[in-house]
């Protein structure tokens, strides 16, 4: 007998992909996450693309991750899937010593990221919707 299948935490159509332990602060991987947060996710990869901060491949391979996920495993609309959720939290801290003047030493902290996006599919007509009320 196995165990008892683990319930679904995502709505029907949401997909999801996680990234973790980058070696990068979450406040630097904050910024590039924020450029994506409700973006639609074709102009979400090409933001990431063009993006001059190295942590922003990392960022475009989660993403593209995310939306093979709602693709093939969820059977969602490519052309409807929009960044709802970029999440980042901290993870482990490597700590490294700087020796300084007269014996003494000094910390240094070497910060890693978790990232989690959530992609969903946004209704044709819900789109339709909003750009005549604009």
Do not use: C
């Amino acid at each position: 007998m196995s165990k008892p299948k683990h319930p679904r935490t995502l709505a029907e159509t949401e997909a999801q992909a996680l990234t973790r332990n980058i070696r990068v602060s979450p406040r630097k991987l904050n910024l590039v996450a924020g450029l994506i947060r409700n973006k639609p996710a074709s102009q979400a990869v090409a933001i990431l693309t063009f993006s001059k901060r190295r942590i922003a491949q990392d960022v475009r391979k989660t993403l593209e991750s995310a939306i093979a996920n709602a693709e093939n495993n969820h059977q969602l609309d490519v052309d409807q899937l929009v960044v709802v959720r970029a999440e980042v939290g901290k993870s482990i801290v490597m700590r490294r010593f700087h020796a300084r003047g007269r014996g003494r030493s000094s910390r240094i902290e070497k910060f890693f990221s978790h990232l989690k996006i959530v992609v969903a599919e946004r209704a044709a007509e819900a789109e339709t919707t909003e750009q005549k009320a604009a």
